[in-house]
């Protein structure tokens, strides 16, 4: 087993890869009661079109069948119940779907060897009839439409929707109940087969456990089972436009007070000699100044009653974008964009603010080893982000220059803006 020392944090994770293919993380800890256990496969909502195993023409599957997957992978072909497996040594479980990955998960104090196997098991042993999909099929509209009546929901699908062209980062996780019509248990299988392969999976346990005897007991429970030689997975190559689809909409729905979304659709082809990784940081970085809670624009506009709660920050990266999301709930949105539109058309950076926000980025990697949940939530980013473990962070952060700064922001446009406002009808 591999160790992988985490710079300047006195923190080790342990790695080894399997014969089949899969990756497992374990990060051990003695001071802590529970173990958190995740297995993850690199299975989100934006894989639609890619050549199944086996074939060599592309597929393209309805919207929401990562999603509906997730939900199918419960079923067993001996009828056990995995939820009273897991109740009965006290284990909590679930799973969930993003936009690049699908997440199964078990947390608890006990017999948490056997509930990984378990776990391994369940996820490695599909089972599809023609009847549990169509059992499976009523239980998700109705989540769908519990979705598209949630305001917050609605906000976060246009977001992405509107600033997105091409990308099938646009489309709803869930999908429509319309895409739920279209699938089957052939479809759900084509997607198992291609993607739930060891060798595209990975496993990460943090928590209190003997990683020697887990590791052994993992590698037999494997060796037991057969898979087929992994291909990669040829996906359809997209061309996304610099453009952002919609510049402004306005949703009507049932809410006490509007959601409003300022989204920045950021290119970074053209900015060169970066990672991505500090491209992120120093964007992360620079808004936070601009518009958290401590921020004279945030105080400002509380103070003039414009906005009463922080505005949240959210940013989400593709092979060539960047989309920055500025959200909060207001029913001054208008002035809110305004405002927003005018601190970006001309701000200066504090040095003093930047390596003050530079301190705060390295004190959260610090504290983030105080969670077995946190850290196992930092490795999965990191696999999911660039398939390894970052393991100097800090050095990462600390090399960042007001310089460097100032060179990215002159390439980057802050004024190709989407905004979403979702309100109840007057």
Known sequence: MKKINIAKIDEEIFYDKLDNGLEV???????????????????????????????????????GIAHFLEHKIFAQEDGED??????????SYNAHTSLKS?????SGPNNMIQNILFLLDYVQSPYFTLEN?????????????????????????????????????????SGSTSDIDKINKELLYE??????????????????????????????????????????????????PNSVY????????????????????????????????????YLYIVMNILFDETSE?????????????????????????????????TFNYEVLKNRIEEVLKDFVVCEKSFDRKKKVLISNELFGYDSIVVINNIITDNILF?????????????????????????MIDFTNVSTVVVKKEL
């Open 386 to 410: 660039d398939g390894k473990i970052e393991n100097d962070i800090i050095s990462i952060i600390e090399s960042l220059n007001m310089d460097e700064l100032n060179k990215i922001l002159k």
């Open 102 to 106: 699908t997440t199964y998960e078990v």
């Open 191 to 240: 997607c198992y087969n291609t993607f739930y392969h060891p060798s595209n999976m990975f496993l990460v346990v943090t928590g209190n456990f003997d990683k020697e005897q887990l590791l052994k007991c993992i590698k037999e429970n494997q060796d037991k089972k057969n898979f087929r030689e992994y291909k990669e997975v040829k996906l359809k190559k997209i061309k996304e």
């Open 246 to 281: 919609k510049k402004d909409e306005i949703v009507i729905c049932n809410t006490n007070i509007p959601k409003f979304s300022y989204n920045i659709k950021v290119p970074i082809d053209n900015i060169k000699d970066i990672s991505k990784r500090k491209l992120m940081l």
């Open 82 to 91: 995995v939820a009273l497996f897991f109740e009965k040594s006290g284990t």
């Open 133 to 173: 999909v169509e059992m499976e099929k009523g239980i998700i509209k109705e989540e769908i439409n519990m979705c598209n009546d949630n305001p917050w929901n609605i906000l976060y699908d246009k977001i992405r929707y509107n600033t997105f062209k091409e990308d099938p980062i646009r489309y709803s996780i």
């Open 25 to 63: 993380f374990f990060y051990p800890r003695e001071n802590c009661q529970n173990v958190y256990a995740t297995l993850t496969t690199k299975f989100g909502s934006i894989y639609k079109s890619f050549v199944p195993i086996g074939k060599t023409k592309f597929l393209t599957v309805p919207d």
């Open 297 to 329: 624009f945030s105080f400002k506009l509380k103070e003039e009653k414009i906005i009463t709660n922080n505005i949240d920050f959210d940013m989400l990266n593709t092979d060539k974008h960047i989309l920055i999301s500025l959200i909060n709930e």
